[in-house]
């Protein structure tokens, strides 16, 4: 009980951390909250998250060290485990899931393999939450960014089913279907996007 209560307090402590933006004290933070109650998958979700962070931030350097460049990646692959990890501790959570795709998206542009792990998680999610119009939009989303266009208008054909509200669903389907050359559905998606929004608004 006591390491639990220690670990609620560095975990809080990191939370102060980021609000705070500093973002190496969030990391050992959260670090230290690991090291002692391991089995709680919000911790390893929030440490993904800033392992990520930290990577990109060092990624985005105009002249990296040596040392950045052996942390990049680790803290790239410390942030796909530990965010794997979360789903496995508690695997019926749709948020860990959701953290997992959006990780793996994040990679898609520079790390091999990363497109087809997004898809696998975020059908992973699906399938939790079948209901869910954005989790069809989301995995739509993903086929579009792949040019599997085929594929992703299904799902935002499906998503429209669920919501026929979803003003989103009717424009990424009239994206895909452009990319198709199909002009006048199309056209006719844009449409429906403009009687959806309130009008005026941004």
């Known amino acids: 009980v006591g390491r639990f209560y220690l670990a609620e307090v ?3 402590q990191s939370l102060n951390s980021y ?4 973002g190496l004290e969030t990391y050992n933070h959260q670090k230290d909250a690991i090291a002692l109650n391991p089995w709680l ?3 390893h979700a929030a440490f993904s998250n800033t392992s990520l962070t930290l990577a990109n931030g060092l990624a985005g350097k105009k002249e990296l060290t040596d040392d950045d460049k052996q942390n990049i990646p680790k803290l790239t692959q410390q942030a796909i485990e530990e965010a ?3 789903t496995l501790l508690y695997p019926t959570n749709v948020a860990n899931w959701d953290n997992l795709v959006r990780i793996y998206s994040s990679l898609m542009t520079y790390a091999k393999g990363a497109d087809e792990w997004a898809i696998e998680s975020s059908r992973q999610r699906l399938a939790l939450d079948p209901l869910n119009p954005q989790a069809r939009l989301n995995l739509g ?3 579009l960014a792949l040019k599997q266009y085929e594929n992703a208008e299904k799902l935002f054909r499906e998503a429209i089913m669920l919501k ?3 003003a989103n669903s009717y424009y990424n389907l009239a994206i895909v279907l452009k990319n198709e050359k199909k002009y006048s559905d199309s056209y006719a998606a844009y449409q429906k996007v403009l009687q959806l929004i309130e009008k005026g608004s941004e």
């Open 141 to 143: 989303g993903l086929y």
């Open 19 to 22: 609000v705070n933006n500093l």
């Open 41 to 43: 998958d919000r911790y």
């Open 10 to 12: 560095a975990f809080k």
């Open 84 to 86: 794997k990890l979360a």
């Open 164 to 166: 026929p509200d979803f």
